[in-house]
């Protein structure tokens, strides 16, 4: 990504201790890796979401191209998605599963 090699660090290192000192270089090193990880931590989180999404996509495409067929005619990939959207809609549902009610006798305590 960055083409940086050893003589610039050490001109980095140098200068940051010259303008920082050696009590506050620690402290801004740490907070330079806490900020470079949360970086790389939203750039993973972005990516898993866009692959998500790509997923999702080719997922709803299959779907239209299997409203299209005959359902029971499908190729071996498109019987996959349908069932994969099928188990997904079913997930989804779940926590939404009427909920065993409580006894009027507890709710009236």
Same mark, same amino acid.
């Given at each position: 990504?960055? *083409? +940086? $090699?050893?003589? !610039?660090? +050490?001109? +980095? @290192?140098?200068? $940051?201790?010259?303008? =920082? $000192?050696?009590?506050? /270089?620690? $402290?801004?090193?740490?907070?330079?890796?806490?900020?470079?990880?949360?970086?790389?931590?939203? %750039?993973?989180?972005?990516?898993? !979401? /866009?692959?998500?999404? /790509?997923?999702?996509?080719?997922?709803?495409?299959? =779907? &239209?191209? @299997?409203? &299209?067929? *005959?359902?029971?005619? /499908?190729?071996? !990939? =498109? &019987?996959? %998605?349908?069932?994969? =959207?099928?188990?997904?809609? &079913?997930?989804?549902?779940?926590?939404? @599963? %009427?909920?065993?009610?409580?006894?009027?006798? *507890? %709710?009236?305590?």
């Amino acid at each position: 990504m960055f *083409d +940086i $090699g050893f003589w !610039e660090l +050490i001109v +980095i @290192a140098v200068m $940051g201790l010259v303008v =920082l $000192g050696p009590e506050r /270089l620690p $402290g801004a090193l740490r907070a330079l890796q806490r900020t470079v990880h949360k970086v790389r931590q939203f %750039s993973s989180n972005v990516q898993n !979401e /866009l692959k998500h999404e /790509l997923r999702v996509k080719e997922l709803h495409e299959h =779907l &239209q191209k @299997a409203e &299209q067929l *005959d359902m029971d005619k /499908l190729p071996p !990939e =498109l &019987q996959r %998605s349908v069932a994969e =959207l099928k188990a997904a809609a &079913q997930q989804v549902q779940r926590p939404y @599963a %009427s909920k065993p009610e409580k006894n009027d006798k *507890d %709710s009236h305590e």
